[in-house]
């Protein structure tokens, strides 16, 4: 027999398994004071960042790639198609790019949905001499090794612009249908070529970009009644749904957990300065 479906009950079987995940009774710490500085690059899409961690701390998907130095070793953190915890000890700090739009797969020479929920070695990925190489020069000056990295590879590659297209389409909530008739294919052949450049198809992509607007929108104090209606949610049961499935916790959790306290120039995945309006986007 089929029971009736309880967001209620969903959230609180979804809490208790949380719980006995951290080993522990009560909420899971997570790092409320993270040292974060993020600053554009010589390459649109990509962006370097810095942070230093403070113990346990809650990763929101983000459809990017990031390689990552983390004071050892380079490696690359795959697209994440839900939240994680990551555990690390107190001070660590770490120095890294994020690839926007499918930037990342192209200049790593790896498709996306093969990193999909990992993080690997930069040196099985890469031949392990370059990969050698580039460690020894980011464990002596990780910025200007990374960025360094990052313009020539840049220089010798070709990114797919389908990724721009779609990532501005879907952080308009644009329904794929609707992406796929304006880019002239079938929203099957949409999901097969957004698989190697976000690690997902633009469904869930624009499921993702729209949680992390409400959040961002619930933290200024709106309530989520308002947020679910601003952000395009049929209700405020159905942003619950997408924070427990996205997020792993309930929007009145996940607005609770500051996000980074950014002491640099933060710039976004804009730092290009180039308006893409879904109405501006060529067909291929």
């Known amino acids: 027999m089929w029971r009736r479906f309880s967001p209620i009950r969903w959230a609180i079987r979804s809490a208790f398994a949380e719980i006995q995940s951290s080993g522990g009774v009560g909420p899971a710490r997570h790092d409320r004071c993270v040292t974060y500085r993020e600053q554009a690059t010589a390459v649109p899409g990509v962006v370097l960042w810095q942070r230093t961690t403070d113990g346990r701390t809650r990763i929101l998907p983000d459809g990017c790639l990031d390689l990552i130095w983390d004071g050892r070793q380079l490696f690359v953190a795959g697209p994440d198609s839900a939240a994680r915890w990551h555990d690390c000890a107190r001070g660590i700090s770490y120095v890294a790019l994020r690839f926007h739009y499918g930037v990342g797969p192209a200049l790593l020479r790896v498709p996306a949905d093969e990193l999909s929920d990992r993080s690997v070695r930069l040196d099985e990925l890469l031949p392990a001499t370059a990969a050698r190489r580039l460690a020894e020069q980011v464990a ?17 590659q070709t990114v797919d612009p389908l990724g721009r297209w779609v990532h501005a389409m ?67 049961a159905h942003l619950c749904r997408d924070a427990l499935a996205l997020g792993r916790g309930t929007p009145a959790v996940l607005r609770r957990e500051k996000r980074e306290e950014v002491d640099g120039v933060a710039v976004g995945i804009a730092d290009d300065g180039i308006p893409h309006s879904p109405e501006g986007i060529p067909r291929l």
């Open 140 to 156: 002596d000056r990780p910025v200007e090794a990374l960025t360094g990295w990052l313009t020539r590879r840049a220089a010798e």
């Open 170 to 236: 879907a952080s308009t909530a644009t329904p794929v249908a609707l992406m796929a008739d304006r880019l002239g294919m079938s929203a099957r052949q949409l999901h097969r070529r957004c698989l190697p450049l976000f690690g997902y198809g633009p469904r869930r992509l624009a499921g993702i970009l729209r949680l992390r607007r409400a959040l961002d929108l619930a933290r200024t104090g709106v309530p989520l009644a308002a947020v679910a209606a601003r952000c395009g949610y049929a209700d405020q």
